[in-house]
């Protein structure tokens, strides 16, 4: 009884605070009838957090307000530093980047080639590779994840101020 008590507190005092879970999204985005127009990961996760935040999506480009198209996306990893004493990699840093475009029903563009950029670095120890292959790809998915939430946020911004 006593430890249901206390879970319940530490509950409450979480909640009381402010605190979310990373990646959580409590606010509506008051944008609707949105197309994304992609078929990366980064669409499918941007389509994703749309529907999370309650906004509903168009099923057809001709049926969308807006038009939100996803491309060049692509990784870029370099090496961050490496051993005095040994000349081996240390430390690797992941870079995703992507292109958006959002435009209007009638075809003009609210923004064009907008940018995304997010990285992450991460420790290489070379005695654990099949472990780092897969914090890695961790890695990717997480920064998708929060590029997905950089356009959430930008697309929020652009949208709403345009209508």
């Known amino acids: 009884m006593k430890a249901r008590l206390l879970l319940i507190y530490i509950l409450l005092l979480t909640t009381a605070c402010g605190f979310h879970l990373r990646g959580s999204q409590t606010t509506k ?3 609707d009838n949105v197309f994304i127009n992609g078929g990366s990961a980064l669409a499918a996760e941007v389509k ?26 692509n990784f870029e990893k370099s090496v961050l530093s490496v051993s005095p004493t040994t000349g081996k990699v240390e430390e690797y840093q992941i870079l995703f980047q992507a292109k958006i475009d959002a435009m209007r ?3 003009t563009y609210i923004v064009e080639n907008e940018k995304i950029t997010v990285t992450r670095d991460f420790a290489f120890d070379e005695t654990e590779v099949l472990g780092e292959f897969s914090e890695e790809s961790i890695i990717q998915e997480d920064l998708v994840r929060r590029a997905a939430s950089q356009i959430l946020r930008r697309l929020q911004a652009l949208l709403s101020s345009s209508k």
């Open 29 to 31: 985005i008051n944008i």
């Open 48 to 73: 994703s957090q749309f529907i999370n935040s309650g906004v509903s999506l168009a099923t057809s480009a001709q049926s969308a307000a807006h038009i939100v198209t996803l491309k060049e996306t």
């Open 105 to 107: 029903a009638d075809g």
